[in-house]
Structures are given as structure tokens and as C-alpha cells.
């Protein structure tokens, strides 16, 4: 079966940090860009850090030098390392793959993983 | 506060057609024709259901539809079902910075 599936998230002092993972399935992660997307609660979507097959890398203003976007090929997993966390951080964070049609369609998701930044 | 603006909430009866509203700017909905839809059943992945402002990956119900006007983009799901009660995002290309541009979501009721 092909999926996404997250993992990492769980509660976290203003300030700490916290890892994030994304295991894939039926999918190499390698093979497309691979994205992280969060929705703070009572808000939209929004892309934080996108991985792209030849490695290069995007982050969105609100997180850049703050997370770190990897990809294990042995494992086939794609990472999220997250420093310095703020309230503003905690969301649900999505793996997510971009489309073959355009790298601004993702089609494919995982479940999510929920992130709380708070003392 | 979102990028894209959709109602929070639109609501209607089995075997009826509704329509979601996703408003963007001249920089993105307005100026390219690559607006999407995702759905977003409670508690499971989002799923991609419009892509190009009207054509529907392969093996997503015709119900599903897409169209733009302006800067305004819409999808509208006919003969409603059960199966349909879920929160519906929309998504456009920018010519800004940013990734992507995501709308806030809207939660559709049925009835």
C-alpha cells in the first residue's frame, strides 16, 4: 500500500526542540520533492520545508533557520528537525509528496503528527 | 489569517449541489489556472481531488468539480452524499516566495 506515515510529535517547552519523521511506503522518497505542511489549530495549511529529489531545499520565512528538512534513503524516511520552538510552531504537521504534475500539487499525505510548543 | 480566503462552513442536504469559494489575489488564483482542491475526511490524509482549476486525478468522482472566475476560484460537489461531510482546503501556485498558498479550509455539513 502506498502512504505516509508520521511520527515524533508530542509536547515541547517554548524554546526546545523536537524531531519529526516520516515513514514511506509503496513510495521512494527520493524519487519526488517531499514536503512538510502544518495547520496551526483554527488555521490553513502551510508548506514550512520542502525537499527536492537533487537535494536542494525550501523553507518558508517563519521556520528558516529553525527547522531542517532531511531524508534517509536507507530507511526510506524523511525528517523534520525542529530548534528553537515557538507557540506559534505547535500545529499538525503533514508529510507530504508532490505531484508528477507540478511540485506545487501534493498528491499524497500522511495522517499527521500534532506538535504543542508550550511551558 | 490565511493566504486564500474560503467560508468556514457551507452545509447541505443529501442529493443537493454545493459550492466552496477560495478567493486569492492577482498573484496567484487570479493570474494562473493551477488552483487545487484537497479533502479531508476527520481524523485521516488529506486527499487530492482538483488540480489545474478543473481536472480531477484518476479515480476521484465526477461529482467533483472546479471552475475560477477572476480571482476567485470554486468547487462544487453535486448530488451530495454522506460520504462528502469533510473539510475541503483549496491551493494556487504564487509568483511570491511562497511554496504553495493554501486557503483556511471549509467544514461542509451533510445535512
Known amino acids: 500500500e502506498v502512504q505516509l506515515v508520521e511520527s515524533g510529535g508530542g509536547l515541547v517547552q517554548p524554546g526546545g526542540s523536537l524531531g519529526l519523521s516520516c515513514s514511506a511506503s509503496?513510495?521512494?522518497?527520493?524519487?519526488?520533492?517531499m514536503a512538510w505542511v502544518r495547520q496551526a489549530p483554527g488555521k490553513g495549511l502551510e508548506c514550512v520545508a520542502v525537499?527536492?529529489?537533487?537535494?536542494?531545499?525550501y523553507y518558508a520565512d517563519s521556520v528558516k533557520g529553525r527547522f531542517t528538512i532531511s531524508r534517509d534513503k536507507s530507511k526510506n524516511t524523511l525528517s523534520l528537525q525542529m530548534d528553537s520552538l515557538r507557540a506559534e510552531d505547535t500545529a499538525v504537521y503533514y508529510c507530504?509528496?508532490?505531484?508528477?504534475?507540478?511540485?506545487?500539487?501534493?498528491?499524497?499525505w500522511g495522517r499527521g503528527t500534532l506538535v504543542s510548543v508550550s511551558s | 489569517q490565511s493566504a486564500l480566503t474560503q467560508p468556514a462552513s457551507v452545509s447541505g442536504s443529501p442529493g443537493q449541489s454545493i459550492t466552496i469559494s477560495c478567493t486569492g489575489s492577482s498573484s496567484d488564483v487570479g493570474a494562473y489556472n493551477f488552483v487545487s482542491w484537497y479533502q479531508q475526511n476527520s481524523g485521516k490524509a488529506p486527499k487530492f481531488i482538483i488540480y489545474d482549476v478543473s481536472h480531477r486525478p484518476s479515480g476521484v468522482s465526477n461529482r467533483f468539480s472546479g471552475s475560477k472566475s477572476g480571482n476567485t476560484a470554486s468547487l462544487t460537489i453535486s448530488g451530495l452524499q454522506a460520504e462528502d461531510e469533510a473539510d475541503y482546503f483549496c491551493?494556487?501556485?504564487?509568483?511570491?516566495?511562497?511554496?504553495?498558498?493554501f486557503g483556511g479550509g471549509t467544514r461542509l455539513t451533510v445535512l
Open positions: 509503496g513510495i521512494t522518497v527520493t524519487s519526488k520533492y
Open positions: 491551493s494556487s501556485y504564487t509568483n511570491s516566495s511562497s511554496y504553495v498558498l
Open positions: 507530504a509528496r508532490s505531484s508528477v504534475l507540478a511540485y506545487w500539487y501534493f498528491d499524497l
Open positions: 525537499l527536492y529529489s537533487g537535494g536542494r531545499t
